[in-house]
């Protein structure tokens, strides 16, 4: 047994917001091992760290496995500011939107032509699909007007990123990186409502590219809001190579303007991938099917824009009940509801689509 056979085991540990070990983030002050007493001592990011429980648990944990080792001593301490603003660099890089033209990781906007059809919902269980098959998955909720995904994956109402020195750190929930203009809000007025304009909308979407870290992630789910307004073509600006799905309920009223969302993000250059339909006729226990909202709607608008109607989602009191207590019914087992397993089969299905690369530089030059 040694102090480096401890520092290598603690230093894999990860941290769960920025999801790299410890090691590369510098949290690491001094391993020491005496008498069979491994003597941890780590530097946090900030004061009052979130997730300083849990490192602190993983840590004991890790080095309590290295043979010889009898019992574990954790100090936790917090960064200088130097050190912290050192990290903060490292880790933003450049400050340019890394979801540009030649970034890998995949971005798809939800969108719809208005709101209440369930689109929130889609993102927020199709996120925590995509991640349960082992994607590294964030989700931008942009619709900043009526902000619902922290809700909807159960982040409680108090939490706030953490900033690191500019870099914003978004919290994680069931795999996912989400961040919401409703995290940001002075704690008592979380529930209230944000009047912005246009000029102050674009500069807040800018700044969830730019100065969020997601993190290596393989999709970022943007949560649009309804419509086709100022949002939608600062979204088309910021991102042009995104990638669309259209959600939208059976009844015409909703298939109509969901066409509209559509066809301006086909003119912004985005490319459209398919259309979902929530609230869908469902199978009620006695076997009759309810169509509270019609039928059909969903290929009418999968038809008219020319891509596939990826999935069907049936009304679903489960589904809904699920989002209220923040707990999405695509982290249970696919088959507990039709609706959960609506959405699972779709986080399936984008998930095995091909990705058009056109036009993208790759990382890589001929030998």
């Known amino acids: 047994m040694s102090a480096e056979a401890v520092r290598a085991a603690v230093g894999a540990v990860r941290d769960p917001e920025i999801r790299r070990p410890l090691d590369e983030l510098d949290m690491l002050d001094s391993v020491e091992v005496v008498d069979g007493v491994?003597?941890?001592?780590?530097s946090l990011t900030v004061v009052g760290c979130p997730a300083a429980d849990?490192?602190?648990?993983?840590?004991?944990?890790?080095?309590?496995?290295?043979?010889?080792?009898?019992?574990?001593?954790v100090t936790l301490g917090v960064m200088a500011p130097a050190r912290r603003a050192a990290l903060s660099e490292r880790l933003r890089g450049e400050r340019t939107n890394p979801f540009?033209?030649?970034?890998?990781?995949?971005?798809?906007?939800?969108?719809?032509?208005?709101?209440?059809?369930?689109?929130?919902?889609?993102?927020a269980n199709l996120a925590v699909a995509l991640a349960a098959r082992g994607l590294g998955v964030g989700v931008l909720d942009a619709d900043v007007h009526g902000f619902s995904v922290p809700g909807l994956l159960g982040i409680p109402p108090d939490t706030?990123?953490?900033?690191?020195?500019?870099?914003?750190?978004?919290?994680?929930?069931?795999?996912?990186?989400?961040?919401?203009?409703?995290?940001?809000?002075?704690?008592?007025?979380?529930?209230?409502a944000v009047a912005w304009r246009g000029p102050m909308l674009h500069r807040t979407l800018n700044q969830f590219l730019t100065d969020v870290h997601y993190g290596a992630i393989d999709v970022l789910l943007v949560d649009t809001p309804p419509g086709t307004g100022d949002v939608a073509i600062s979204l088309g600006q910021l991102l042009p190579s995104a990638e669309v799905l259209v959600v939208t309920t059976p009844q015409p009223a909703a298939a109509d303007v969901a066409v509209r969302s559509g066809l301006v993000a086909r003119k912004l250059g985005q490319r459209l991938i398919g259309v979902v339909e929530t609230m869908a006729p469902a199978?009620?226990?006695?076997?009759?099917?309810?169509?509270l909202f019609g039928s059909g709607g969903g290929a009418a608008v999968a038809e008219r824009l020319g891509v596939p109607l990826l999935a069907s989602v049936p009304l679903s009191a489960a589904l809904r009940r699920a989002g209220d207590a923040g707990a999405p019914a695509a982290a249970a087992a696919a088959g507990a509801d039709?609706?959960?397993?609506?959405?699972?089969?779709?986080?399936?299905?984008?998930?095995?689509?091909?990705?058009?690369?056109?036009?993208r530089r790759l990382p890589v030059a001929p030998a």
């Open 54 to 73: 849990r490192i602190e648990r993983e840590v004991r944990e890790a080095a309590a496995r290295v043979d010889g080792v009898r019992a574990v001593d």
């Open 338 to 359: 039709p609706a959960a397993a609506a959405l699972v089969a779709l986080a399936g299905t984008i998930g095995a689509m091909g990705r058009g690369l056109d036009g």
């Open 283 to 291: 199978t009620l226990p006695d076997g009759s099917l309810l169509d």
């Open 160 to 192: 706030s990123p953490v900033d690191l020195d500019g870099l914003i750190v978004p919290p994680v929930a069931f795999g996912v990186k989400a961040i919401s203009i409703g995290m940001f809000l002075p704690p008592g007025e979380r529930d209230g």
């Open 100 to 123: 540009g033209p030649d970034s890998l990781t995949r971005v798809i906007a939800v969108t719809s032509g208005k709101g209440g059809v369930g689109k929130s919902t889609v993102t």
């Open 38 to 42: 491994a003597l941890v001592a780590l």
